[in-house]
């Protein structure tokens, strides 16, 4: 389609209208997807990939901020009940075992960067529980 007649002004306006729609379709396609296997998959990837970017003296951890109380979790294994709650399991600061299980609605957390406390560990393995296919 030949467009050098249109002014910058409107061509400009064309690219805006196509990159909102590619973000409806981007939004229509998580909210297809926001299965709580699907998240917690998501989430797996994120916290890996985070984690791989970090130098062998950090590691990466996850903290809640609920009830006026802060909680950093080491996450070890992420996974999900039924259709719509994600579980992750792990632990405190003190080794004590976690198990945080929220709706998929309600997720809402911070990936922080923690000293590791033997820096001569290699990197905390995080498991995926369940049966997502790609």
């Known amino acids: 389609m030949r467009m050098d007649f249109i002014s910058p002004e409107v061509k400009r306006q064309m690219q805006q ?15 297809l997807d926001s299965s709580a296997e699907q998240v917690a998959y998501y989430l797996y990837e ?16 996850m903290s809640i901020v609920q009830f006026n ?12 009940i039924g259709y719509n709650l994600v579980c992750f399991h792990g632990e405190d600061t003190s080794g004590k075992p976690l198990e945080l299980i929220q709706h998929v609605q309600q997720l809402n ?3 922080m960067v923690v000293p590791k406390p033997e820096i001569e560990a290699p990197n905390r393995q995080i498991g995926f529980v369940g049966q997502v296919e790609e």
């Open 109 to 111: 957390f911070l990936l």
């Open 46 to 61: 994120e916290i890996r990939d985070y984690q791989n970017k970090l130098p062998d003296t950090e590691d990466v951890a």
């Open 69 to 80: 109380q802060s909680i950093t979790i080491f996450v070890k294994e992420i996974g999900c």
């Open 17 to 31: 209208n196509q990159a909102n729609r590619q973000i409806e379709i981007n939004a229509s396609k998580m909210q």
